[in-house]
Each structure stands twice: as structure tokens, then as C-alpha cells.
């Protein structure tokens, strides 16, 4: 979604600019927000939605402490028995 936010902005500055609608120091704003309104959500999101249960635990002495084990649920699988021949 980003992505076409970033094209769409960036070509709709480029044909404002080719065609006189918007100035060279116009166009330098529009480029620089439409590059900002992708980089500073994505600044947001990171520092806000960090997933801390990846990242190692560090004790208070600077040492790692034990990794919390995280459980996957039990699933039991039956295997089919194989044919041979």
C-alpha cells in the first residue's frame, strides 16, 4: 500500500512539474512529503509495535538471562502407515 502511495505521489509531482503546474521548489515539498508520509509511519509502527518476546532477555548486570520457552500448542499427528511395494 505503501509502495503505491510512494509511486502514485511521486509520478502525480513529476506531471505538475512537467506540465507548469507546480514550480521545481513546489515539486522538491511534494516529493519530500510524499517520501516522509511513508517513512515516518513506518518509524512509528517500529518503535510502537516491537516484538519484544523475540528479542533476548538481558539481566540488570548486563548478562542474558534464560530465554522464556514459548510454547507451541500440542498437536498430535497421527501417521498414515506406508505401502510398500
Do not use: K
Not at 514550480?23 to 517500529?46: C, D, E, H, K, R
Not at 533476548?56 to 500448542?73: C, E, F, K, L, T
Amino acid at each position: 500500500m505503501m509502495s503505491t502511495g510512494l509511486t502514485f505521489g511521486t509520478i502525480s509531482a513529476l506531471f505538475g512539474l512537467s506540465h507548469g503546474i507546480v514550480t521545481p521548489q513546489q515539486y522538491s515539498y511534494l516529493v519530500a512529503v510524499v517520501i516522509g508520509s511513508a517513512v515516518v509511519p513506518t518509524m512509528i509502527a517500529n518503535a510502537a509495535f516491537l516484538p519484544r518476546h523475540l528479542l533476548p532477555n538481558v539481566a540488570a548486570d548486563g548478562q542474558h538471562a534464560p530465554a522464556r520457552a514459548v510454547s507451541a500448542p500440542a498437536v498430535a499427528l497421527e501417521a498414515e502407515p506406508m505401502e510398500e511395494g
